[in-house]
């Protein structure tokens, strides 16, 4: 048992940081959901592209440098240590590219992961639905079949749709069969947003930032060419990938040990101020040490042909919750000043709000944990009044 | 980079299990608490014959050149069997190459020597005793104790931490036993929701305590920082074992009180989460917390 990095990991580790600190902009990018801070993120991932750092793990054909997991990691760490800008690019990267590269046809792996890798198309992802949240697969919007244009016709309205007031392209999950029910009879399908029939409306978050959105079909063409996977396989194909080791269930430990790294410096200059926030500085400075070392654990797992499986649930209850812990300590410690607009533990505490309810509300994640790990019995499902205990 | 367990470490840590499950490790702690001894120093005898008094012993002083992983794979499983005598003393803070039972008092962190009516103390002169609620420790008073370098006291705090574990570990297997089999309503007590999401925070949070446990024995982080962390995955589970069994147990009788008074009882020794808190932020900003 070591923890120790091989002399190519610490070549990689020494290259990757000193690019950082020479690239990294001096000042934060405005708000990647504002006309102006979004250009300006798409530039750094162009800028990221060009050293091959932006996809690191991928294929060098498509942006690449196939990192190994381990360097993945690294790099995830130096990235966050540099206090590099968020990733607009980060769910066309992190949740539509692996189920290109395991689902996609040549085709379309050649047409969307190269312009996906350098930033140049972004993809916003449509998955809830006004009656569609956590229970994803009640889902109604439809396809119906073109045989005449040799594609689909999508209708319907996804919901919570993170980037998409500009991204320029969207994937999602539509009822194709329509005698189908829950899972079965559901495609998955790509669709630029500027296509005829898509209205986008943003949705104003939280913090009054549109970083959200909703996308209204209306008699939209999908040619065949993007549907992603088998028709009426949809809900496999996208769940295919959902433990996936580069996805969100395996978020990098690098941005919380960072925020933690960055909690204690804020205890130096105000922690004699507030001495009562001591025990949550260094809970938050533990759980983000517990995460990063968890983390090096799956690696080594899934590096030896493991795989992730429930155990993502477990992850990713901790990180959501570790990064609101360590956000509530640093307003803590900046007392009054806490309030104030626009300061980086403000704006990191409100993101780290939807923490909990993206990607798989915690309350799914923990009946995952539960069912699927502890072995515990399923709770029964159905409409109410008619339980179908099982 | 391999933050695993080699097969040699859980080959040795299923021999320990094997043994204390076959010399029923309860039964021996049930006696220990009553004032029969003899079952656990025969217990004691065939554990130390593994070499565990002597497990980070190193192999030119005739011990068995341990690792500190090794060490926390050991003290895991002391936890998770219930293992009664001043383990982390003689294994730990001052390794025995003779497999001898020892106890010392090292304050602040331990300021009482644990089961020194059984024990041979280190140093200093014994004082009164005292029950503790665990029911298989004895405190004791002791003064004029030799003070414990910094390496001894953290290995002591270590195996603490990896005790823990191990026994928040027992608590989660059982309370999980318990309610899928207690039926009320008409339906298994482990499909309701509110039973199931605080045994998933239970399973989360002992997945998350390990990790520290093993990174602090590579010496990644402080030991401390693993204290808190295992003292409170530790605690969460005691807590929440007790409140899916319901009256059972709360009961004396039900084994499962042995592990929550072991665990309310490591929690604050070899240092408070509080002690530890503070010596972690001390460690890592240079300020006294």
């Not at chain 2, 030991?223 to 530790?234: G, L, M, N, Q, T």
Request: some cysteine; proline content about 5%; aromatic content about 8%.
């Amino acid at each position: 048992m070591n923890l120790d990095l091989t002399p190519e990991e610490l070549a990689f580790q020494a290259e990757v940081r000193a690019w950082l600190e020479a690239n990294v902009p001096a000042e934060p990018l405005p708000s990647m959901d504002t006309a102006e801070g979004w250009a300006l993120h798409q530039e750094w991932e162009a800028k990221l592209a060009a050293e091959r750092l932006s996809v690191v793990s991928w294929p060098r054909e498509v942006g690449g440098r196939e990192a190994s997991l381990v360097e993945w990691v690294i790099f995830e760490e130096e990235y966050y240590r540099a206090g590099a800008p968020g990733r607009v690019s980060q769910n066309g990267i992190f949740l539509l590219a692996p189920i290109i590269f395991d689902h996609g046809t040549p085709e379309q792996q050649a047409r969307f992961l190269p312009s996906m890798a350098t930033g140049e198309k972004i993809w916003a992802q449509a998955w809830s639905e006004p009656e569609a949240g956590s229970d994803l697969a009640s889902l109604r919007s439809t396809a119906v079949r073109d045989d005449a244009r040799g594609g689909w016709v999508l209708n319907g309205q996804k919901t919570w749709s993170s980037r998409a007031t500009f991204a320029h392209w969207g994937f999602g999950l539509f009822r194709s069969d329509p005698t189908s029910e829950k899972h079965a009879g559901l495609t998955y399908y790509l669709f630029p947003l500027d296509a005829e029939g898509i209205t986008v409306r943003p949705i104003a978050q939280l913090d009054g930032e549109a970083g959200f959105a909703e996308i209204f079909f209306d008699d939209v063409f999908v040619p065949d060419a993007d549907v992603l996977g088998a028709v009426g396989a949809g809900w496999n194909v996208a769940m295919s990938t959902a433990g996936n080791e580069r996805g969100l269930s395996l978020r990098s430990p690098g941005r919380f040990c960072a925020a933690a790294d960055r909690l204690l410096e804020l205890w130096k200059d105000r922690g004699a101020d507030a001495p009562q926030v001591r025990d949550a500085v260094v809970d938050a400075w533990i759980g983000a040490q517990a995460y990063r070392l968890f983390t090096w654990g799956t690696v080594t797992r899934l590096a030896d042909g493991g795989e992730m499986g429930a155990a993502g649930s477990v992850n990713k209850v901790f990180w959501s919750e570790l990064d609101i812990a360590i956000h509530e300590a640093g307003l803590d410690l900046l007392g009054a000043d806490a309030e104030l607009l626009d300061t980086p533990w403000m704006d990191g505490y409100v993101f780290s709000l939807s923490g909990p309810i993206y990607a798989g509300t915690n309350e799914i994640q923990r009946n995952i944990v539960a069912e699927r790990i502890l072995g515990l019995p399923r709770e029964p499902k159905g409409p109410a009044g008619k339980e179908t205990a099982k | 980079m391999k933050f695993e367990l080699t097969e040699d470490q859980v080959a040795f840590g299923e021999a320990i299990t094997d043994l204390m499950r076959a010399s029923d490790s309860v039964a021996v702690a049930r006696a220990w608490a009553s004032g029969d001894t003899a079952p656990g120093v025969a217990l004691w005898k065939r554990l130390a014959d593994l070499g565990l008094t002597a497990l980070v012993v190193p192999e030119d002083e005739g011990g068995l050149g341990g690792t500190l992983v090794d060490l926390v794979v050991a003290f895991e499983v002391l936890g998770r069997e219930l293992a009664v005598g001043p383990w982390i003393e003689s294994a730990a803070l001052a390794p025995q190459l003779e497999g001898e039972m020892v106890t010392a008092a090292a304050a602040p962190l331990a300021p009482y020597a644990a089961d020194a009516q059984v024990a041979r103390l280190l140093s200093g002169v014994a004082g009164a005793s005292h029950p503790s609620i665990d029911t298989t420790r004895s405190l004791t008073e002791v003064t004029g104790a030799d003070a414990f370098d910094v390496a001894a006291l953290d290995r002591a705090v270590l195996a603490c931490a990896a005790q823990l574990v191990g026994a928040g570990e027992r608590v989660l297997a059982d309370s999980v036993t318990y309610v899928k089999q207690r039926k009320q309503f008409g339906r298994e007590i482990g499909s309701y929701q509110a039973i199931k999401h605080q045994l998933a925070d239970v399973r989360i949070a002992l997945d998350f305590a390990r990790p520290l446990v093993l990174g602090a024995a590579l010496g990644e982080i402080p030991v401390s920082a693993a204290k808190v962390y295992a003292s409170d995955a530790a605690y969460l589970a005691a807590r929440t074992g007790l409140q899916v069994h319901g009256a059972i147990g709360y009961t004396a009788e039900f084994d499962l009180s042995l592990w929550l008074n072991r665990i309310r009882a490591l929690v604050t020794a070899w240092g408070t989460p509080a002690y530890h808190r503070g010596r972690v932020l001390e460690t890592l900003t240079g300020v006294a917390g």
